[in-house]
């Protein structure tokens, strides 16, 4: 189990997005971004939070 927080997991959900929205900008607003590494962090996130 790794030892990353719900804090630390929503700190990197929050970078990923900035990340997006910079790349969408210089981009174009319909460019697509795989979706693998939020996935695998919201995964995460999820697996934190209590049933």
């Known amino acids: 189990m790794s030892d990353r927080t ?3 997991l ?3 959900l929050a970078m990923l997005a900035e990340v997006r929205d910079r ?3 210089s981009e ?3 460019f ?3 979706t ?3 996935d ?3 995964d995460e996130l ?3 939070e209590p049933l």
Do not use: C, G, H, K
Request: proline share 4%.
């Open 40 to 42: 695998q962090v919201l």
């Open 28 to 30: 174009d607003a319909d």
């Open 10 to 12: 929503e700190r990197e």
């Open 6 to 8: 719900a804090a630390d």
């Open 46 to 48: 999820n697996s934190l």
């Open 36 to 38: 693998t590494a939020v």
């Open 23 to 25: 790349l969408r900008a």
């Open 32 to 34: 697509r971004i795989p």
